[in-house]
């Protein structure tokens, strides 16, 4: 099947399970994804850990285990349960029958819909959204998020932080934190920053909305943040 474009979407799991399973968010996405099926674009959802991975790092942190890579390892665990929800959810629509975790097998994929979870520590699933995409000729990444633009600082702290609304990558990298730590909260993550600059990739950090997602598609007036 020939698709107008793959669009790759990075998705916080924090939009998914905030404080507990965002039910009425979980729906809407499922007929955004139909909405721009039927008109001809092949969705890679990347599926992020959210709040369900911080909590077990820091639970593990309590027990005394601090090590980044086992850190990592309860994240991405995390990422595949709510990779296993949205597959689930999900199941009647054109889906393809596996979870996508190695890039390499997101390669000659068909289907309409396909959901992709992480598979080495190290990096966050904006990493995974990278590698998707530069394997699977996707030369922009949209990620979903419960904000809306990058800021200067964090506006829940700082009122007055800088909104932006366009972005080098070398003005983006110089915001965020130089290393990758596991359950780091920010817009995108270093790792993925330095891979999706050195590709040539776009990366838009959007509000999680049906006809904010179609404006930016459509190059009309949307909120969110462009890096490149």
Request: some cysteine; charged content about 25%; glycine content about 8%.
């Amino acid at each position: 099947m020939k698709f107008k474009e793959t669009i790759v979407i990075a998705m916080g799991g924090s939009l998914l399970i905030p404080e507990s399973i965002d039910i009425s968010f979980i729906k809407s996405l499922k007929q955004m994804i139909q909405h721009f099926n039927k008109e001809g674009y092949q969705i890679t959802l990347v599926v992020g850990g959210g709040k369900t991975a911080r909590n077990y790092q820091s639970a593990l942190r309590d027990l005394g285990v601090t090590e980044p890579e086992s850190l990592d390892w309860v994240g991405i665990k995390s990422i595949h349960l709510n990779c296993e929800l949205m597959y689930q959810a999900f199941s009647d629509l054109d889906i393809h029958k596996n979870i996508i975790l190695k890039p390499e097998d997101i390669k000659g994929i068909n289907e309409e819909l396909v959901i992709v979870g992480a598979w080495q520590p190290g990096c966050s699933s904006d990493t995974d959204a990278v590698e998707m995409a530069e394997i699977s000729g996707a030369t922009r990444i949209i990620n979903f998020s419960n904000t809306t633009h990058v800021y200067s600082e964090d506006p829940r702290i700082n009122p007055n932080a800088i909104r932006y609304d366009k972005l080098s990558w070398d003005e983006y990298r110089n915001l965020i934190p130089k290393e990758w730590t596991p359950g780091m909260s920010a817009p995108f993550d270093p790792v993925a920053s330095e891979k999706a600059q050195r590709a040539g990739i776009t990366v838009a950090i959007l509000g999680a909305s049906i006809e904010n997602l179609e404006n930016y598609l459509l190059n009309k007036d949307f909120e969110g943040t462009i890096i490149s």
